[in-house]
């Protein structure tokens, strides 16, 4: 029966459900120290495993020689690429088709790769071990420009390909050419482009830089001879994936693969893809027959896994001269490193670029990718973003106001000209997506009128002008930027990795007494899974969010899924979990029909139960049905009430937002200050405000980083001279700005609850917004485009090649 002391609105705040601001669950551990990361599973007899790397980008390997390191006190083994091609693991398969050396196999083409590794009882016998190994380089030429790369006399970076004139992704023109990605239509673009009345050209770069999670990436691998059996712990942002790569390569039956994902410090793509350290630790494990554990530090991180971004984007639009956009052409030179390891969905070798269309109407568009390989580390990870959305919305909104610029027109009027209007969703982009819905022009007249854009841009008038007098030497700029993000791969039809279809899951549970567990696909590194997917679970079937524990990262008890990164958590698994949780409420509702002596039909459902319509006191709450589903389910029903779903998104979401940065620069000094930056999101339908705030803060945080300094930086001789935190980079609360949040709500037509992702917009237009006001800045000097990072020095250099210094 219901509990008719209460109020409605108050059993709805009882189940903390989805809007609600419920606080993070997963807290409590955390902030009390008690969270468990893979450096805190300690298994009985474990070993370290380190590695020896080279100082070389490009060099021969003449010889290794493992005597010395074998005498060293508490070292046990050295391997080298020689011992692991007795397993056939010395290369390894990339996320990207290619082939990546676990081990150097007969050279080493970049600084810091993976050269032996060393097992020994302790970390500082490893590293001790490390010392003494002594290997001989014959340096070779290298090669650090991708703009040199397939110059004809460039070095051969890829010895296996040699003479292979077809890679994963098609034909290859260069020895040092990976592929050519063509999307749109060629003849009709350069059409509109013969036509146009205004052009711009501008090659935009985004620079290399890293997702640097405070966690580094490590694992801990334990295989046990008498099972058979590998467990393995690691920082796994795709336990599944995992599992599935391992038994693969390494030919161990997969139901004897045990993957655990604990806590995770922070992942933002850096966790996606495999290791050499993975392979390495497990071929220990299975020589030694001891758990090895291998946790790199953070030079190793920054040096040698995963970088991120590295996309040189020739950038053109043709225009009419009232501002109208009629067609945009790009190519895209990407560097891909020594090995493509990129972790895009396997048909995409540049990911999603091809959003490059961004929020503007584009009768017609033609995208080229060129990737190319480089003396540097491999990767190519989204860095909290939607595989390479970042670039794409980098790009075009860089474009969109050199546009204006040219026009002379304010870059909010051009963008409010070209918005695909709220009546043409679902549109389709000239590239070949189908945005799911949208209303632009609400989210940019609110940022407009919130900030007062008109009276920014009169006091930007007043100070460019006493700029102009000598009164100040500061100048300011406004960097608008209107993002549509495209997340939640995917539908499989297009999808999946490394043949793996991406779709996701989630299994609930309920107990007899009305508690329950529920396990996903995904894996939370910092995200709030914890917190928010029991909110889903809490509103769909009335369960409170508290009675729900949620469960993520041990592949032997979540039903299978592909991960979390590029925001698929939410449109895919959220999706999955809204489903199985209508499976579990369509058996409530059979239970309660019998219950309550009436057919199915006539029930209705009610905050946390079912009511029979026209009659409000014929009520059955879940928690009693819950009772009943085990101990006196109708007659000829089985007992127990749980589900499973599997879910393959019809299509992706596409999550919006206007942002504003208000920065003031010091031409003397290059010193910046962000006064002001106002961030509006449009995730559609939102599970919980507090941690949508919680994300966008984090991502603006990463996108400011970026923008303004955070870099992978090579010189000419192929050293990494950022290497660590001393250089590159991370923005402590001191140097981080004030953020200001907004949204507004369009829900995903095709989401069963009308969420879209969220956590990576903030990081995709933020990045925009920081550089466009850096180079709105300047742009009355006489500037058109500014690289970035944003960094005082190169501010400083801006100003005085300007003439302003
Ligand atoms: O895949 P990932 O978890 O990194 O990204 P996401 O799907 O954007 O979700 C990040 C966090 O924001 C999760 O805890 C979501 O539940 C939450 N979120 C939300 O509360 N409402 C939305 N519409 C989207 C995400």
């Known amino acids: 029966m219901n509990d008719m002391t209460i109020t409605r609105a108050e059993r709805e705040a009882k189940l903390e459900g989805m809007g609600c601001k419920r606080k993070r669950v997963e807290d409590i551990r955390f902030t009390q120290g008690k969270g468990n990361y893979v450096d805190d599973v300690k298994l009985p007899g474990m070993l370290h495993g380190d590695f020896v790397r080279s100082p070389h980008p490009h060099a021969r390997i003449k010889s290794i020689d493992k005597e010395k390191a074998l005498k060293v006190p508490g070292v046990l ?4 690429a020689e011992d692991l091609k007795g397993v056939n693991l010395a290369w390894m398969p990339t996320l990207a088709g290619d082939v990546q050396m676990v081990l150097a196999d007969g050279k080493v083409l970049f600084q810091n790769q993976e050269v032996a590794f060393v097992v ?27 703009f040199h790369a397939m110059d004809p006399d460039a070095p051969v970076l890829r010895e296996d390909l040699a003479g292979k004139t077809e890679g994963a992704h098609g034909p290859r023109r260069h020895h040092n050419h990976i592929f050519e990605w063509t999307v749109g239509d060629r003849d009709l673009t350069d059409a509109a482009f013969r036509k146009a009345e205004v052009t711009i050209k501008e090659m935009i770069s985004y620079h290399r830089t890293h997702p640097s999670p405070l966690e580094t990436c490590q694992c801990l691998c334990s295989f046990d001879k008498v099972k058979g059996e590998l467990t393995i712990y690691g920082t796994f942002q795709a336990p599944h994936v995992i599992r599935t790569v391992v038994a693969l390569i390494a030919k161990i039956p997969e139901h004897k693969i045990h993957v655990i994902a604990p806590d995770i410090g922070g992942g933002f793509g850096n966790k996606v893809g495999a290791y050499p350290g993975y392979i390495c630790a497990a071929v220990a494990s299975i020589v030694t027959g001891r758990p090895v554990k ?40 990407a560097d891909h490193g020594a090995f493509d390891a990129c972790a895009d969905p396997s048909k995409w070798p540049a990911g999603f670029f091809n959003i490059v269309t961004g929020s503007y109407d584009f009768p017609t568009a033609h995208l080229a990718v060129d990737g190319v390989y480089t003396n540097k580390a491999p990767g190519g990870v989204a860095y909290r973003c939607s595989f390479r959305v970042t670039e794409a919305a980098y790009c075009i909104e860089r474009a969109m106001d050199i546009l204006a610029q040219k026009l002379g027109m304010d870059p909010a009027e051009l963008r409010l000209k070209n918005f695909i209007r709220q009546e043409q969703f679902p549109y389709h982009s000239a590239l070949g997506w189908e945005y799911d819905s949208g209303d632009y022009h609400t989210a940019m007249k609110k940022m407009m009128e919130v900030v007062d854009y008109a009276g920014l841009r009169r006091e930007q008038a007043e100070k460019r ?21 495209i997340v939640g791969a995917g539908p499989s039809k297009n999808c999946d990795i490394l043949g793996i279809a991406m779709f996701d899951s989630c299994e609930i549970r309920l107990h007899p007494t009305g508690a329950g567990i529920a396990r996903m696909g995904t894996k939370s590194q910092g995200q709030g899974h914890e917190t928010t997917w029991a909110q889903i679970i809490a509103t ?22 592909l991960g979390t990164y590029g925001s698929r958590s939410t449109p895919v698994a959220g999706a999955a979990i809204a489903m199985a949780a209508r499976k579990v409420k369509a058996k409530a509702q059979m239970i309660a029909a019998y219950r309550l002596e009436v057919h199915e039909d006539d029930l209705e459902w009610d905050i946390d139960g079912f009511r029979v319509k026209g009659l409000p006191e014929k009520f059955l709450g879940m928690k009693d049905i819950c009772w009943i589903a085990y101990n006196a389910p109708p007659p000829g029903m089985e007992p127990g009430l749980e589900a499973v779903s599997y879910y393959d998104p019809p299509n992706m979401t596409y999550p919006f937002g206007a942002y504003l940065c208000v920065m003031d620069i010091d031409v003397d000094t290059g010193v910046y200050k962000v006064r002001r930056f106002y961030a509006l999101d449009d995730c559609g339908t939102r599970i919980n405000p507090m941690i949508i705030e919680g994300q966008v803060h984090g991502g603006l945080t990463e996108a400011f980083a970026i923008a303004m300094g955070q870099e992978i930086r090579y010189d000419e001789n192929g050293n990494v001279v950022t290497g660590s935190f001393m250089d590159f980079f991370l923005p402590t609360a001191v140097e981080t700005p004030h953020w200001e949040t907004d949204f507004t709500v369009t829900p995903s037509p095709h989401h069963p609850i009308g969420a879209k992702g969220v956590g990576e917009s903030p990081n995709v237009g933020g990045v925009p917004a920081f550089s466009n006001a850096v180079n709105d800045a300047f742009s009355f000097l006489g500037s058109t485009h500014i690289q970035m990072p944003h960094d005082f020095w190169r501010n400083w250099q801006a100003a005085k090649t300007l003439g302003a210094v």
């Open 465 to 485: 002008a006493a700029f102009q007098r000598g009164e100040t030497r500061e100048i300011m700029g406004l960097g608008i930027s209107f993002f549509t993000e």
């Open 120 to 146: 020994a009882t302790d970390r500082y016998a490893a590293d001790d071990g490390i010392n003494a190994v002594e290997v001989e380089y014959e340096a070779l030429p290298v090669l650090v420009d991708p």
């Open 294 to 333: 291998w946790v790199e530090d953070r030079i190793e991180n920054l040096c040698a896994t995963s970088f991120a971004r590295d996309y040189h984007m020739t950038t053109e639009i043709a225009a009419t001269k009232e501002g109208k956009v009629t067609g945009l052409r790009v190519h895209v030179l």
């Open 540 to 561: 769909e079937i009335g369960i409170p969010a508290d009675d729900i524990m949620v469960e993520e990262g041990n592949t032997d008890t979540a039903p299978y899924g």
């Open 77 to 80: 083994a050295v391997l080298t």
